[in-house]
């Protein structure tokens, strides 16, 4: 039986190397997780999410001990980069929660923008997003938790931030860059992380 560590990676956005999760960082090491932010290589998604998501798998293998599983948190892009992982590389067997902050599960109009092999993927209708819900199932053996702004203009529609499976919070939250430094935000983390950890020491 694996069991579960304190251990929460946060994965930041696209072109971020970690400042918009600093106080959430801070809050979770406050509350005795061991925080650890992931600075992503091409984290601008020009060769797609899969080199990212390989960056986390070998970053899980790390910090995990052995016959141990951590938690993820991944805001806007990070979180499609962790969902191929989980759901591509294997990391449903390494991770106990999934956490994903304002992601475009079904693309956003913006990604149009992007006229690389990362926008393309996170366009409305991509194949590459197509593909990961239709298994989506895969995320309930990592008790997945959707957090998502009615008033978010980066992921467009907005509700394209709701996971199809697991639970779902509406946070107002002005701007989606502010999404993983609401304290409110802050907050459902944390409890849903100490609520992970509380359902039983393996899995």
């Not at 809050?27 to 998604?45: P, Q």
Request: net charge positive; proline share 5%; aromatic share 8%.
């Amino acid at each position: 039986m694996m069991q579960k560590s304190r251990v929460a990676i946060l994965i930041p956005g696209i072109f971020d190397r970690g400042k918009s999760m600093l106080r959430m960082q801070h809050a979770l090491g406050e509350a005795g997780f061991v925080a650890r932010t992931i600075k992503l290589k091409t984290n601008s998604g020009w060769y797609g999410m899969e080199p990212m998501a390989r960056q986390l798998r070998d970053l899980v293998e790390e910090v995990n001990g052995s016959g141990e599983t951590c938690a993820l948190v991944g805001f806007s892009m990070g979180g499609i980069v962790a969902r191929y992982y989980l759901q591509r590389l294997g990391g449903a067997e390494r991770v106990h929660k999934f956490i994903a902050l304002s992601s475009p599960h079904f693309g956003s109009l913006w990604a149009h923008l992007l006229p690389y092999k990362g926008g393309r993927q996170l366009r409305i209708g991509s194949e590459f997003l197509d593909n990961l819900n239709r298994d989506a199932q895969v995320l309930e053996g990592v008790a997945p938790v959707s957090i998502w702004t009615p008033y978010d203009a980066t992921i467009v529609p907005h509700t394209s931030s709701r996971l199809p499976v697991g639970n779902t919070y509406q946070v107002p939250v002005s701007l989606h860059r502010w999404v993983p430094q609401n304290p409110a935000v802050i907050k459902i983390v944390r409890n849903e992380l100490t609520e992970a950890l509380e359902g039983g020491g393996s899995r």
